[in-house]
Nanobody
């Protein structure tokens, strides 16, 4: 089983940047597609970004495209979400997730096998 731990959340102002990190246990990391999702109070968990197991392709939600960047370091078993030009509507708990399926790059939470505990991001106006 894969253990995921997010870090890097915090309170920032509109226009600021944050970098979220997710650390994964075990050497299976290099075979996993890794996604970031977020959930605000009263809202469904929504897709933010995904990177495939090779780190060669990425996909983003329209709401964050051009502002957020997902990357991974398979040697360190980490995935990062660089968030720039943050807006109040980015406020949410951000979750790191892993998908074991080969060649996967899913946008849907139900396709992911492992989840971290989440890290809070709050953007004030």
């Amino acid at each position: 089983q894969v253990q995921l731990v997010e870090s890097g959340g915090g309170l920032v102002q509109t226009g600021d940047s944050l970098r979220l990190s997710c650390a994964a246990s075990g050497r299976l990391f290099s075979a996993l597609a890794m996604g970031w999702f977020r959930q605000a109070p009263g809202r469904e968990r929504e897709f933010v970004a995904v990177i495939n197991s090779r780190g060669l392709s990425t996909a983003y939600a329209d709401s964050v495209k051009g502002r957020f960047t997902i990357s991974r370091d398979n040697a360190k078993s980490t995935v990062t979400l660089q968030m720039n030009s943050l807006k109040p509507e980015d406020t949410a708990v951000y979750y790191c997730a892993a998908d074991r399926r080969i060649l996967s790059a899913s946008r849907y939470p139900r396709d992911y096998d492992y989840w971290g505990q989440g890290t809070q991001v709050t953007v004030s106006s």
